[in-house]
């Protein structure tokens, strides 16, 4: 069975540009979570979906947004790139609340 | 706001030794608990859970104990080897909190060979 796959896995943007990241899940799984892994802040929780509605989301500014598709996909976009939006990006997805999150090897966003 | 954290950010082994990292948690409510293995740039790997009706799960060479009268969680790795050199992270979540996981600071682990 086929891991959580994140693409791109390494890009770099520049200031004021807009960035959208994909995730595909594991196979089954409904549920896709987004995280922010910084050196400073660790891991945090950007939000999650399932069965393409938001249901929960983290302490993020509106320029982090994202979606999902029918086939469970997800991407996330962030507008607007500020330099400290350089992080690793994490998708994690399970089926559904109360299981397991399995991560991506996650989509590395350098900001210059 | 939720509020992992482990006691101590970096543990130093020797090859063969049992390794124990340490997690504490603030949220009553939380009643399951995930520990990953992060190795250097690859995403967070699953390495065991347990829920908050059990005290204690094992699996291959690892071992959660889980205390919820003090907050308390740990890993142990018994027979520690230089593949299990990587940062560990404890994650919390509970029943209102959607989804959504909470995650200490991390544990670097180093297995001295």
């Known amino acids: 069975k086929a891991g959580v796959t994140q693409t791109p896995r390494y890009l770099i943007k520049t200031r004021g540009q807009q960035v959208t990241l994909s995730c595909s899940p594991i196979?089954?799984?409904?549920?896709v979570s987004w995280y922010q892994q910084t050196p400073g802040q660790g891991l945090q929780f950007l939000f999650e979906y399932f069965s393409e509605t938001q249901r929960n989301k983290g302490n993020f500014p509106g320029r982090f947004s994202g979606r999902q598709f029918s086939n469970s996909r997800s991407e996330m976009n962030v507008s607007t790139l500020e330099l400290g939006d350089s992080a690793l990006y994490l998708c994690?997805?399970?089926?559904?609340?109360?299981?397991?999150?399995?991560f991506g090897e996650g989509s590395w966003l350098t900001v210059v | 706001g939720e509020s992992v954290g482990l006691h101590l950010p970096t543990l130093s082994v020797q090859e063969g030794d049992n390794s124990i990292i340490n997690c504490a948690y603030s949220?009553?409510?939380?009643?399951?608990f995930i520990w990953y293995k992060q190795e250097s740039g690859k995403g967070p790997q699953f390495i065991i859970d347990?829920?908050?009706?059990?005290d204690k799960r094992q699996g291959q060479r690892v071992t959660v104990l889980l205390n919820k009268t003090v907050k308390h969680l740990s890993l142990q790795i018994a027979a520690t080897q230089p593949g299990d050199s990587a940062v560990y992270f404890c994650?919390?979540?509970?029943?209102?909190?959607?989804?959504?996981?909470?995650f200490g600071t991390g544990t670097s682990l180093t297995v001295i060979p």
């Open positions: 347990i829920r908050s009706n059990m």
């Open positions: 994650a919390e979540s509970g029943t209102n909190t959607g989804n959504q996981f909470y």
């Open positions: 994690a997805s399970s089926l559904g609340e109360g299981n397991t999150i399995y």
């Open positions: 949220n009553s409510a939380s009643d399951y």
């Open positions: 196979s089954g799984h409904r549920s």
